[in-house]
């Protein structure tokens, strides 16, 4: 007997139809009167729509607006343009928001070819076409379908979940207390949904999706396997999933198998969980399609073989989210069980999505400030996790999950320093993460120092022994040397487990023993080595000597950030001094780039913006740098020491990251480094950079150099518009040749000068930069100390521009790149109109709509 128990909300009733089925939809809506009356229903069809209304808006609000959405089938339906768009949006809505259909037969058609209408449940519940039988009976039967799915639907809307849970949903676990200003961080205030990488195990092959569409991919396959590193997030993504299901009425019960009971059944622990998580219903009361089993931490029950014996268990259940460490570790013995599901990884976040998380991290603070101060703190934050994540060098040595990122803005902003003031608030940043890790797997504090030690021996063993990895052979020879070294207050075999647990060293696939993550391989090397710098200055001398290897500039970062000796500083300081040694470094003044300045006209123009939007200009940036991310993860398998094929190359490369480390020393050691110290590092660093300028004019200064390469150009342009049917003539392709020759050389000079503002500027250390600039007092120091106010601290100096631009001073080309400068900081700030008019004035500067900036000199940034 059906419950009449009404609805008092009213569900939203939308018909979608063909006008050629009106005497059928007409008895339909006479025999929904009954749910109409008890304000069970409200119905919609478009012949409700009034004179003068636009006719397509008022449809497809009110199928947005819809809760149950009913298709009359028929051959005319299946015909219409306009049935079919609605078809299509209505089953958009039932991806997007579980929104009801229920297919309506009226008419005898080929409905089963329809791959939309042919898997959903239909009525007549038999599939016979109404037409058939086209009488009170069967409409009233349908009529009481449609009660029973709203009554289902009704019941399962006003189910709540219980207080604790909520707070588990909401929880953000070990950062709920780690902002400055905000007692509680929630779950809420901080989450960014993380891209996935989807995988075909037939082919191999893998696409990036959107973890929020993640239901989308549910619905289509039903079953779905999530795979993630530690710390990646997988319990995070589990709560969100969980909240975005129930907002879309299902019943998810979320399961973690860490805690893994052999004796009790998977059936019985979800009843359990469900209970916990949800008050006044009983389980046996749902039905099982509106459950969703979401079991974490899959992957423990491979220590007792219970994967597919699990697997079968829950197959009852037409929805199902598993959660494991590796997808390709799950290794069932059927294979057909595991194309069942579809795959994906966490990835890490991109420029993008680390942008977007640090804006959230931000906004916990109640600011007022102005625009440009909040941008201030944006860059700040991006530039202390790009570099803390090790985004400076390359691919990165901490990955770019929210856990870390987070972490670290949080122990920077807290400024707790440990007891070793040697370290630098950075080098304070891994310490803590390190110290989180053993926490949570409950080591003792007075117990820490221990596995630190453990841990700084072990790394330096694979250092001198020049392993990544080691054997278990190998393990087993320093662990015995160790326990002869050291007194164990703790099992070393509860050492080693617990540096597994808690993700810090462990076998790999291989079944070779490993750090982890890159960054605890290089904290430890260089801790070790720190400790102990007499015994290992030759170590010290080859990694300053070679920096242009990864492996030797983090650990050399690593050196400066635990220690302040003398000798690391020289070290790296008399390596400087050899480093393009036959040049001297680039002044930009007019003598040096006269034969520039010849060639000014075939540079593009930089345009001062009139309008613009700073945020769509930022947008566009990191969309770039997320481009620049994919490009080098594709390619980071490349062996580093095969990458440079000349000595040139090499001393290059060797250069760029001397100087990069410089930064990072100057940067993290500005307020404990005397001043004279600073400015030398600052100024040696500096002329590095421009000695390579220096080198590269010395070549493009030859008339013969520019006609070759110019030629060399024109030949390519040839081959292109003949390719294109282009038609150029020699004088065309001459003009076109010199522009991309020229605007090359301009877009090298100007990267140059930008990377010796980010990799060296800082606002901690302006009025070191001031002074060093104003000392040398060249137009390239000028230009160096705008770009580091305009970056920094967020400031054109329009009246020292405007000094230097009237004592003509500055030969074209420099002033051409100050135009470039002020026009990106323009691009990527908020300017108000009467300060836009004075650069305008003051630069020569002509206004545009938009601003044309040379793409070539901003990927050189």
């Known amino acids: 007997m059906t419950d009449n128990t009404n609805v008092s909300c009213g569900h939203k009733l939308f018909i979608s139809y063909s006008h050629l089925e009106e005497d059928f939809i007409n008895k339909f809506i006479t025999h929904l009167a009954p749910l109409k009356n008890n304000n069970i229903i409200h119905d919609w069809y478009d012949r409700k729509i009034m004179p003068g209304e636009n006719w397509r808006e008022v449809i497809n609000n009110n199928l947005n607006d819809a809760d149950i959405i009913c298709l009359g089938i028929s051959s005319n339906f299946l015909n219409s343009l306009s049935c079919k ?502 002044n930009l003044s007019k003598e040096e780039l006269k034969f520039f300045d010849k060639q000014i006209d075939n540079i593009s123009k930089s345009l001062l913006p009139e309008k613009i939007n700073s945020e769509s200009e930022r947008k566009k940036e990191l969309l770039n740098k997320d481009e620049k991310e994919i490009k080098e993860e594709d390619f980071k398998e490349q062996c580093e020491d095969d990458r440079e094929d000349n000595e040139f190359a090499r001393e290059l490369r060797r250069s760029i990251k001397t100087v990069e480390v410089i930064g990072q020393i100057i940067k993290n050691r500005s307020g404990s480094l005397e001043k004279t110290k600073l400015e030398n590092l600052f100024e040696s660093g500096m002329n590095v950079l421009l000695k390579i300028l220096t080198s590269f004019f010395v070549i493009i200064r030859e008339d013969k150099t520019q006609d070759d390469l110019i030629d060399f150009l024109k030949n390519r342009l040839e081959l292109v518009s003949k390719h294109k049917n282009y038609k150029l003539n020699d004088e065309e392709l001459e003009k076109m040749a010199k522009k991309i020759f020229w605007g090359l050389n301009f877009s090298l000079i100007y990267g140059i000068i930008n990377k010796i503002v980010k990799s060296l500027g800082s606002d901690k250390l302006k009025l070191i930069i001031k002074d060093v600039c104003a000392k040398i007092d060249t137009p390239a120091s000028f230009l160096i100390h705008q770009g580091v106010l305009m970056w920094y601290t967020k400031t054109i100096d329009i009246e020292n521009i405007e000094k230097k631009v009237k004592d003509d001073s500055l030969p074209e080309t420099a002033t051409k790149i100050l135009r470039e400068m002020v026009a990106n900081h323009c691009c990527m700030h908020e300017i108000d109109f009467h300060d836009r008019k004075k650069i305008e004035s003051v630069l020569n500067m002509k206004p545009n709509i938009l601003l044309k900036i040379n793409q070539d000199s901003k990927n050189n940034k």
């Open 85 to 586: 768009e609605e078809l299509k949006d209505a089953m958009k809505l039932r991806k997007d928001k579980n929104i009801l259909i229920i297919p309506i037969i009226l008419k005898s058609c080929y409905w089963q070819l329809n791959e939309d209408i042919s898997k959903i449940l239909l009525l007549p519940e038999d599939g016979n076409p109404i037409e058939d039988v086209n009488n009170d009976f069967v409409w009233t039967k349908i009529v009481q379908s449609i009660h029973n799915v709203i009554l289902e639907d009704s019941k399962v809307k006003k189910i709540k979940n219980s207080d604790d849970f909520k707070i588990f949903l909401n929880d953000s676990d070990i950062l709920s207390n780690g902002h400055f200003d905000k007692n509680k961080v929630l779950l809420e205030d901080i989450f960014v949904y993380p891209e996935l990488k989807s995988y075909d195990l037939n082919s191999k092959h893998s696409k990036t999706v959107l973890s929020e569409n993640l239901l989308d991919y549910l619905y289509e396959k039903q079953k779905i396997i999530i795979a993630g590193e530690n710390q990646s997030g997988k319990t995070t993504l589990c709560k969100k999933i969980y909240q975005d299901l129930r907002k879309r009425n299902f019943l998810p019960i979320y399961i973690t198998y860490s805690d893994y009971q052999y004796d009790v059944s998977t059936e019985n622990k979800i009843e359990i969980a469900f209970k916990k998580q949800y008050i006044d219903v009983e389980f046996k009361n749902i039905n099982k399609k509106r459950i969703i089993p979401i079991i974490d931490d899959f992957h423990f029950v491979t220590k007792f073989n219970r994967k597919e014996a699990i697997v079968n268990e829950i197959s009852s259940y037409e929805y199902q989210i598993l959660i494991v460490d590796k997808i390709f570790g799950l290794n069932f013995k059927d294979e057909n069980l595991l194309n069942k599901y579809i795959q994906f990884e966490i990835k890490e976040l991109l420029a993008s999505k680390r942008n977007t998380l640090i804006e959230k991290w931000i906004s916990l603070t109640d600011d007022k400030s102005k625009m440009n101060v909040k941008y201030q703190k944006l860059d700040e934050n991006t530039e202390l996790i790009d570099t803390t994540l090790g985004k400076v060098f390359r691919s990165g040595i901490i990955p770019a999950y929210p856990f870390f990122i987070l972490s670290i803005l949080s122990n920077h902003e807290a400024m707790s320093k440990p007891l070793d003031q040697e370290i630098t608030s950075q080098g304070h940043c891994y310490q803590a993460l390190i110290y989180i890790a053993l926490r949570k797997q409950n080591v003792k504090n007075e117990d820490v120092d221990t596995y630190i030690n453990f841990l700084s021996e072990v790394a330096y063993f694979c250092f001198v022994n020049k392993k990544s990895t080691i054997s278990i052979e190998d393990f087993d020879s320093f662990k015995g040397f160790y326990v002869k070294k050291y007194n164990l207050p703790i099992a070393l075999s509860k050492i080693e487990k617990n540096l597994e647990h808690c993700n810090i060293f462990s076998k790999n696939s291989l079944n070779c023993y490993h750090f982890n993550y890159p960054y605890l391989y290089y904290y430890f090397v260089a801790k070790y080595i720190s400790e102990h710098i007499g015994q290992n200055s030759k170590h010290i001398e080859n990694i300053m000597a070679n920096l242009h290897k990864d492996e030797n500039s983090y650990i050399a970062i690593f050196l400066l950030h635990h220690a302040k000796n003398s000798l690391l500083l020289e070290e790296i300081e008399l390596h400087l001094l050899c480093l393009f040694d036959k040049y001297l470094p680039a």
